[in-house]
């Protein structure tokens, strides 16, 4: 798999029809993870929604969700790949 993010876009209250969407944010802490890897995981059968955690600097982590069409449970899904 490839995953390609380039920057960041506003999100306001129009979102563009088929437009696909993320958010994410940094935490710090410790992990178990490999520190120079990017891991997603797919959680979703229809592989339209990932979780996703890299390393960004000495415990400190970029994790996110993406959609690939937006809905309503983004923030819920978001604390629920988290709190994992």
């Keep these: 798999h490839f995953v390609s993010a380039t920057g960041a876009r506003g999100i306001g209250k129009h979102i563009v029809n088929g437009q696909s969407v993320g958010i994410s944010a940094q935490i710090i802490g410790q992990s178990l993870l490999d520190t120079n ?13 990932y979780f996703w955690i890299f390393p960004i600097g000495k415990n400190l ?3 996110g969700v ?13 604390k629920n790949c988290v709190d994992r």
């Design 61 to 63: 982590w970029n994790v």
């Design 66 to 78: 993406w959609f690939r069409k937006p809905d309503n449970s983004m923030k819920r899904d978001f």
């Design 37 to 49: 890897k990017f891991y997603f995981w797919y959680y979703s059968d229809s592989k339209e929604k």
